[in-house]
């Protein structure tokens, strides 16, 4: 058990539905992110808050929308997503940005 | 581009022997040199970690060797154990941004 807990563990969604993944650290870290783990590839950073505030967004798709309301939550809401999105979708949080991130479990996202 | 190459991608080692996974990158700004280990249905764990003013680093059975001059270094597994059997991944970082390689997924046999 790391301290960052993510729900749902696993997702169905269609194409047209919007859907929310939470992501919760009670660890008083200050920084929070998104990556998306794929088969095969490195994990990509999707979105870094620090302090609760976005400081980097690495040309993610407007489909996915990040929402930090407060340190110790983020969000990532979803609508109008692709299959090629269907991927692991990992939390992590850190102290501070200098510090390498302690991960979640992770939500399995699979759109049809 | 790929900042951080990582090999084998996957490996396959007898109970007991030396697994070695390595890396090789290429951003002179990478100030520290993390190994995660991530087990099927989990997300990755801080496994070790080194700065690159030491060349070696040992905790238990694990080992980073680190080469700064020719940019690479490498997680070495001594009595390599079935419960060892992972998905392993090198990462840097630097300039506040943490690079990960590719991963590589050991299985450790009887």
């Known amino acids: 058990e790391t301290g960052v807990t993510q729900t749902p563990r696993h997702l169905v969604m269609g194409m047209t539905n919007k859907k929310s993944l939470k992501c919760e650290q009670h660890?008083?870290?200050?920084?929070m992110y998104w990556y998306k783990q794929s088969a095969k590839k490195p994990l990509e950073l999707m979105f870094v808050?620090?302090?609760?505030?976005?400081?980097e967004n690495n040309s993610v798709p407007s489909r996915f929308s990040p929402e930090c309301p407060n340190s110790s939550h983020l969000f990532l809401h979803l609508h109008t997503l692709q299959p090629e999105d269907s991927a692991l979708y990992l939390c992590?949080?850190?102290?501070?940005?200098?510090?390498?991130?302690?991960f979640g479990q992770g939500t399995r996202l699979t759109v049809v | 581009q790929q900042q951080v190459k990582q090999s084998p991608q996957s490996l396959i080692v007898q109970k007991g022997g030396i697994s070695i996974i390595n890396c090789a990158y290429e951003?002179?700004?990478?100030?520290?040199f993390p190994w995660y280990q991530q087990f099927p249905g989990k997300g990755p764990a801080l496994l070790i970690a080194?700065?690159?003013?030491?060349s070696e680093k040992k905790e238990g059975r694990f080992t980073i060797s680190f080469n700064k001059s020719a940019k690479q270094f490498s997680l070495h597994i001594m009595d390599s154990q079935p419960g060892d059997s992972a998905t392993y991944f090198c990462?840097?970082?630097?300039?506040?941004?943490?690079?990960f390689g590719t991963g590589t997924r050991l299985t450790i046999i009887p």
């Open positions: 951003n002179t700004a990478f100030d520290y």
């Open positions: 992590a949080s850190s102290l501070t940005r200098r510090l390498p991130a302690f």
């Open positions: 080194i700065r690159p003013d030491v």
């Open positions: 660890l008083g870290h200050n920084a």
């Open positions: 808050y620090s302090l609760e505030e976005r400081v």
């Open positions: 990462a840097a970082f630097g300039n506040e941004k943490l690079t």
